[in-house]
């Protein structure tokens, strides 16, 4: 079975008015996320009337009024709020302390860099061995999503290919105009892909007298 609906830390924010039919704009918490395979990651948000807003775009939200609106086309303006489609309908949610209000850049569809903190981190897994796998959880080039506090007062949620981190304790950022190539190592690799010298020597914790 699916896990599809996974808690989040809750995030203080409003709602758009365009999302909800009321003449103004919403404030209330987003609580939970929804994974649908090749759909936009959706939402769960409790509003200041009572009333719970399901299955809501990235692009619903921003957490200052005076947002960027960044597109009059709601398609245009969640593709630069969310880079790619859910690759499972499993997901799990991690707060990573090492990255935790850490200030990160993401490089938008639009070409532009766009400047953040970091809250936390949506990631896909396959479930059940039963099940076929449909989506790419269970390939290396598997994409999480960083959910990001934009300065912009939108929210973001990109993959790691489209970021640029800062940590004054170690990290020169590179070059926003001379972003670097790099290739991440893909090979599947495995620790039993050995002979067995090593298990059948006098070292090895049992043996078959």
């Known amino acids: 079975m699916a896990t599809l609906n996974a808690n989040l830390p809750y995030v203080d924010c409003y709602i758009r008015k365009e999302y909800t039919g009321h003449t103004d704009h919403l404030s209330g918490y987003i609580f939970g996320a929804k994974s649908w395979l090749n759909r936009p990651m959706h939402f769960h948000f409790l509003s200041s009337i009572g009333a719970i807003f399901w299955n809501m775009p990235i692009s619903a939200f921003m957490h200052d009024l005076d947002f960027d609106v960044l597109s009059d086309v709601e398609q245009t303006r969640l593709s630069l709020l969310q880079t790619w489609d859910c690759q499972s309908n499993h997901i799990a949610v991690t707060v990573f302390a090492f990255l935790q209000n ?9 070409d ?15 479930g059940d061995l039963n099940e076929t796998p449909l989506g790419y959880a269970n390939h290396q080039d598997s994409k999480c999503y960083q959910f990001i506090k934009l300065d912009d007062g939108n929210f973001g949620i990109h993959p790691n290919n489209l970021l640029r981190w800062h940590n004054p304790d170690f990290i020169v950022p590179y070059d926003q105009n001379n972003k670097p190539r790099l290739r991440i190592y893909s090979e ?17 914790f049992y043996r078959a007298d």
């Open 188 to 204: 599947e690799m495995s620790s039993e892909d050995i002979d067995r010298t090593y298990g059948n020597s006098p070292y090895y």
């Open 112 to 126: 532009v860099w766009r400047s953040g903190i970091y809250q936390f981190t949506i990631d896909d897994y396959d």
């Open 102 to 110: 850490r200030r990160v850049d993401v490089h938008c569809r639009d």
